[in-house]
């Protein structure tokens, strides 16, 4: 790889970690916004919305985790 392909992935390393920083802050809030809802509410339609979204930004998470890591192992 040459240098100019190197600094654009580098760029891109950049915007995955992000991504992986913004996922990371939305899914917080909104676990802890359904941490901080009554119980009954949690089990509503609502709190299992909510509790679906979480869900999926934590394998978005782990995805751009992955992909971090899959830049860091290149030469």
Do not use: H, W
């Not at 991504?19 to 676990?31: P, R």
């Not at 916004?33 to 394998?59: R, V, Y």
Request: charged residues 30%; hydrophobic residues 35%.
């Amino acid at each position: 790889m040459n240098a100019e392909q190197r600094k654009k992935l580098d760029i891109a390393q950049k915007q995955v970690e992000q991504a992986l920083a913004t996922v990371g802050d939305v899914l917080d809030e909104n676990q802890s916004s359904l941490d901080n809802m009554p119980e009954g509410l949690q089990n509503s339609d609502k709190g299992e919305a909510m509790q679906s979204a979480i869900d999926t930004m934590d394998e978005i998470n782990g995805f751009l985790t992955d992909a971090v890591d899959s830049f860091n192992n290149l030469e």
